[in-house]
């Protein structure tokens, strides 16, 4: 199949992927506008994708998809108002190309059966194609078509299973691939309810993947039930948690984790952003937000210095959840979603600029 037919079944226009009437119309037709003008929407998109492969910009891949997600959700919502918020900060280093489709129900084809498959195909593609259905299996095809022209992609959750589903590709490409994970969780649960590739479970699910557990770097832990000593004893990896970050400041983390990546020969990395690294304070629009984290700047910082020793191929911010309202949180001064959404595309425009 040609790589335009697999985006034009995979994908739809930007902000299609949550598959919805009414709710986040406005902010549709805002993005939406702002890309295609007052054209037909579907056709100007298709015809926007031929631009993927002659076209110089980093890519932004929506992923509109919490079907992994666990205890409060609403991360689908993330792509549509963090693309608002880029364009609202004339942010424009990116080429958007679009949304998964994610039908609300599906994680990964290995968890259907082939009657559900053919059903769900029926329903989604123009003719009898044996393309994937779930949201992280169409990540997983989506990436690796788009990796075939080197593209380095920006992806939005979600939440964060979706990285169980974009990251496959780029390790299988890049057998050396360092992963700089932020995240106040260590999402390293071997299953959840007997899910392998949830929220919670999918830092575990990618590394037997990687060359070695030293090329993953976790930072800005903080909520856990077990302390740093049991994760980096089981799983021989690093992490660095956000007291360490807050004692020893973020220049100190990150040259720590170049030297970590360094001594692993490590020359690519991907980032991995769930946005409740971030304090709560900054950042309370996300599923579980927590105290105590990093302050936007000590993360941009880190983003910065490390990216500046290593080539960043790809990378995912997940977890902003734009729609919750955390009652009692201590953040009523600052109105919420927009201060998570501030933070989000400052973050997003980090790991744009760790591309070039
Ligand atoms: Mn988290």
Known sequence: ?????????????????????????????????????????????????????????????????????????????????????LIKSKISSYFDIGDIRVVPHLLHDSYLNQETISKIRKALFREDLKLPVSALSICEMVIETLLNSNKKILSLGGDHSVSAGLLPPFIKKNPDLGIL???????????????????????????????????????????????????????????????????????????????????????????????DAIDSEYASATGTPEEGGLRPHEASLIIDRVASQFETIGADLVEVAPFINHYGSKTKSSPEPETTLDVASLIASKLLEAFD
């Not at 992927?17 to 056709?43: A, H, M, R």
């Not at 004893?233 to 983390?253: D, F, L």
Request: hydrophobic residues 35%.
């Open 181 to 275: 994970h932020f995240d106040a969780h260590t999402d390293l649960l071997e299953e959840r309810l007997g899910i392998d590739k949830c929220f919670a479970t999918w830092a575990a699910n990618i590394l037997p993947h990687l060359k070695s557990p030293q090329h993953l770097a976790q930072v800005g832990i903080r909520r856990s039930g077990k302390e740093k000593a049991y994760w980096e004893e089981k799983y021989k990896i690093s992490q660095y948690w956000a007291e360490e970050t807050r004692i020893n400041g973020p220049e100190k983390i990150a040259d720590q984790i170049i030297s970590q990546f360094n001594s692993q020969g490590v020359t690519k990395i991907y980032i991995s952003f769930d946005i």
């Open 1 to 85: 199949m040609k790589e335009l037919d697999i985006f034009k079944n995979l994908l739809c226009p930007p902000g299609d992927g949550v598959f919805t009437v009414e709710t986040g119309k406005e902010k549709k037709s805002f993005v939406q506008n702002s890309l295609y003008g007052s054209n037909d929407i579907q056709s100007s998109w298709e015809k926007s994708l031929e631009q993927i492969q002659d076209g110089t910009k980093h890519l932004l891949l929506g992923v509109p998809s919490d079907n992994g997600g666990g205890i409060v959700r609403g991360a689908n919502w993330g792509p549509l108002f963090i693309r608002e918020s």
